[in-house]
């Protein structure tokens, strides 16, 4: 069991660096990956201009039941915004932020991504 933990942690890191580097290309800065806070982590933390990003990335090979984007359930939005919040006070930062979800789909080197800019407000 625990080295199924340790292979799905791989291939969460593994896409994670894809994601970080495609949304590079897109223009974005990292700042920070895997940034884990009391209850919660943030899979990338990005620049865009002045905008602090805080990216949730998603990945599922297809999407037979279901879009990854469909993952991303209000209650995993609080805990992102918690994190957020808890990243923001501890960094002393003031810029504006806001939250993207890159969903990715297929299998390397066929990846499908879709990319939603300000997915959800911090409510």
């Given at each position: 069991m625990a080295n199924n933990a340790q292979t799905a942690r791989a291939r969460g890191a593994a896409i994670e660096?894809?994601?970080?580097?495609?949304?590079?290309?897109?223009?974005?800065?990292?700042?920070?990956?895997?940034?884990?806070?009391?209850?919660g982590e943030l899979d990338l933390v990005m620049r865009d201009g002045d905008i602090l990003v805080f990216v949730e990335v998603k990945h599922r090979t297809s999407t037979r039941y279901g879009h990854?984007?469909?993952?991303?359930?209000?209650?995993?939005?609080?805990?992102?915004?918690r994190a957020a919040r808890l990243y923001i006070a501890r960094d002393g930062s003031s810029?504006?932020?806001?939250?993207?979800?890159?969903?990715?789909?297929?299998?390397?080197?066929?990846?499908?991504?879709?990319?939603?800019?300000?997915?959800?407000?911090?409510?």
């Amino acid at each position: 069991m625990a080295n199924n933990a340790q292979t799905a942690r791989a291939r969460g890191a593994a896409i994670e660096q894809i994601a970080a580097q495609w949304l590079r290309q897109q223009g974005l800065t990292l700042i920070t990956q895997n940034h884990s806070v009391k209850g919660g982590e943030l899979d990338l933390v990005m620049r865009d201009g002045d905008i602090l990003v805080f990216v949730e990335v998603k990945h599922r090979t297809s999407t037979r039941y279901g879009h990854p984007l469909e993952t991303v359930t209000y209650q995993k939005q609080q805990r992102l915004v918690r994190a957020a919040r808890l990243y923001i006070a501890r960094d002393g930062s003031s810029s504006p932020c806001r939250f993207d979800i890159l969903a990715i789909t297929g299998k390397s080197p066929t990846l499908e991504f879709h990319w939603v800019k300000a997915a959800f407000d911090a409510f």
